[in-house]
């Protein structure tokens, strides 16, 4: 692949990624005046936005082996033209019973954003050319959390928080001509031969008896379940505790999201230095030691928001060096299946995101303490995960660098 086909494909896999985060990061400024506006209470607001991280598990697995058998084009048209119809519900419902629902089925179409990109990477590279390649997606994925947000809080204070779903219909209806005219089939017909049914639950048993891919996968998980503690946590915090304006919340979120796709492009560089797996041994060791410090200051009574921001900045830096990688690594052995490989570990790390919120969610009360141990505590099983997974032979195996997938 040249250069430029190189860059071209992770704008194109980058975006259609970014459209369903963009329906949760535009959406986080909107939260407190949803609840004013539907008369409902933290907790059910938050489960507006929990109902779209399980959606987002449950849909993978069904558009995963789907790509595997028929492409990976038409499960991306589907799953937009349904994200699409779902955003119009949201910004018409009435209620926030019925907004849960309509979150529910944007999610599922979500999913196929989420999925298939990843197993297109793998359909073209391996090792540290697709290292590369998904940190550039992921660089490419970051206009969501850095201007999703500043977007959404124009847009509320223009037009009201139901704007913000006409908004990402848009991006829905512009990713389906993405699709249409910038993105080509990466799945040959002779590949789609070998996969059916029978195939896919044949992959997913592999894939559930490889214990060094779920090693991969979960540290990777508990790594995310962090940033969406700090999700459904933030605005709530940021905006009402500390008092900052929606625009402020915006600006502070999205520089920490800056800090994670800044640090990502490192990714291919060090992979070829060290080796991957011990990129994310490091990185994931001095991310728990920042955590850790954070939940520290806050138990023993500390309340500063500075705190909170230059340190998550760093984590966030940090998790930039785990996630991307640990995808990598997970989908090296499984190029066949890589539809069905991708689509587990998105369903895995949805559900175990969506976990966290909820526990985190019992104890939340507006102040930073329940959200930072929330966050804490996955950094810190994302460490022991680590020295399981990454820790002794596996991890030799994994410094190895694999050779480009032939096209």
Known sequence: MTSSRFFKMALVLGLLSAIGPFAIDMYLPALPAIGTSLRADIGAVQWSLTVFFLALAVGQP????????????????FGLGLFALASVGCALAGDIQTLIVL????????????AIPRAIVRDLHTGNDAARLMSLLMLVFSISPILAPLVGSGVIALAGWRAVFWAVTLAAIA????????LGETRTPEQRVESSLGSALAGYGQLLRDWHYLG???????????????????????IDHYGLSPVMYSVAFGVNAAAFFAAAQFNGPLGERFGLARVVKGAVAACGLVMVAMFVYYLLGGDSIWVLLVLYFIASGLMGLVIPTTSV???????????????????LQM??????????????????????????????VAVVLTWLTLGGAYGAASDAVAEPAVR
């Not at 069904?62 to 048209?77: A, E, N, T």
């Not at 990713?175 to 910038?182: C, D, E, F, Q, R």
């Not at 559900?351 to 507006?366: E, I, K, Y």
């Not at 930073?368 to 141990?373: E, H, I, K, Q």
Request: proline share 5%; net charge neutral; aromatic share 10%.
């Open 62 to 77: 069904f558009y995963g082996p789907i790509s595997d058998m028929v492409g990976r084009k038409p499960p991306l048209y």
């Open 103 to 114: 979150r529910f089925l944007q999610g599922l179409g979500a999913a196929a954003g989420m």
């Open 175 to 182: 990713g389906l001509v993405l699709i249409n005219t910038s």
């Open 216 to 238: 991969l996968v979960f540290i990777g998980s508990f790594a995310m379940a962090g940033f969406f503690t700090y999700l459904a946590n933030s605005s709530f915090v940021m």
């Open 329 to 347: 690594l997970a989908l090296e052995e499984h190029g066949s299946i890589a539809g069905t490989a991708s689509a587990l570990m998105g369903t």
């Open 351 to 380: 559900l175990t995101g969506a976990v966290v919120m909820g526990v985190v969610g019992l104890f939340t009360d507006g102040r930073p303490l329940p959200m930072v141990a929330g966050m804490a505590g996955g950094a810190l």
